[in-house]
């Protein structure tokens, strides 16, 4: 595996996405298509309808699970509601996807040195606020418990990965101040 880079990546100018869900109209099922696009740099949505009639909404912001929604919550299946329907981001175009992934790696790198270091110091956490099972055995090494069994899909929630960080700093504060 090559080095991980601590830097955050750049992200794109715009983070997209497609959702589909089905309607019945006249008996018959339809699949209903959107294309979301989140503009970075003022936290803005345009949502795309229907392909045929490119119905366009421009959205100043999206209320997420955490308040506004921000890049770090999104992700392939997270879920918004938008214009009254719940959304479930289904799919994401490349350069989307490798940032995601970029991002999930990096700070994945980041909880290996936290758990690392508190585990130099005899402490080990048995769960993260995630749900996540914070250690597993994994070639003789405490791992995070992520580490066996999630691949890369740009499906990680970037946004419970960093609280997972932020929880694992506080605990290692107790140790190291700085």
Request: proline content about 6%; aromatic content about 8%.
């Amino acid at each position: 595996m090559g080095r991980v880079s601590l830097a955050p990546a750049p992200v794109p100018e715009f983070l997209c996405f497609t959702s589909w869900w089905r309607e019945n109209e006249k008996g018959q099922s339809v699949r209903r298509e959107v294309k979301l696009s989140y503009d970075t740099k003022d936290g803005s949505m345009t949502l795309c309808l229907n392909k045929v009639t490119s119905m366009q909404y421009r959205l100043s912001h999206v209320d997420g699970k955490y308040g506004p929604v921000e890049p770090c919550d999104l992700f392939v299946g997270a879920q918004l509601k938008v214009l009254g329907r719940v959304l479930t981001l289904r799919q994401a175009d490349s350069p989307t996807v490798r940032w995601l992934e970029a991002e999930a790696t990096r700070l994945r790198h980041v909880q290996r040195k936290l758990l690392d270091e508190l585990t130099s110091y005899g402490q080990a956490i048995g769960g993260l606020p995630s749900g996540k099972h914070a250690c597993g055995f994994d070639g003789g090494r405490l791992r995070p418990g992520w580490a066996r069994d999630e691949t890369p899909n740009a499906s990680a929630s970037l946004r419970l990965i960093l609280r997972d960080n932020d929880f694992l700093r506080q605990h290692l504060r107790k140790y190291r101040p700085d």
